[in-house]
C-alpha cells in the first residue's frame, strides 16, 4: 500500500509518503528543494553516482512511521542537503526547514 499525505510544518507544506513493501517500510517527508528519508536511502550513491543533480537530502537510521522521521536525528546528509544548511544530528523537522 502507498499514502500520500500534506503535512503542514514551520508554515509549510510537504508531502509525506510511506510505502509498506514486504519486510520493510520506505518513509520519505519532501519538501519543495529536497527530502529526509529513512535508512532505505543512499546517500553516497546521491553524491558519487549522481553528483550532477545535486539532490538535497537526508537520512535517518532505525525509523518506523513518520512521525519517528520527523524525530530522530539525521545520519547521514548530501553535499547539496549540507549546503543548505542541512546538519548531521539535526532532527527530520529541523531538516525540513531548510529543505
Avoid: F, N
Avoid at 517500510?25 to 519538501?31: D, K, P, Y
Avoid at 539532490?55 to 549540507?82: D, F, H, N, W, Y
Amino acid at each position: 500500500m502507498i499514502s500520500m499525505d500534506p503535512l503542514l510544518l514551520h508554515d509549510k507544506w510537504y508531502t509525506s509518503i510511506v510505502v509498506e513493501l514486504p519486510e520493510t517500510t520506505l518513509l520519505i517527508v519532501t519538501g519543495e528543494k529536497g527530502y529526509i528519508m529513512c535508512g532505505a536511502l543512499d546517500i553516497e550513491v546521491l553524491d558519487k553516482k549522481w553528483p550532477k543533480r545535486k539532490m538535497p537530502a537526508a537520512r535517518a537510521m532505525g525509523v518506523r512511521t513518520i512521525a519517528e522521521l520527523l524525530e530522530a536525528p539525521m545520519e547521514s546528509v548530501s553535499k547539496a542537503g549540507q549546503e543548505l544548511g542541512v546538519k548531521q544530528g539535526m532532527t527530520g523537522k529541523e531538516a525540513l526547514k531548510y529543505l
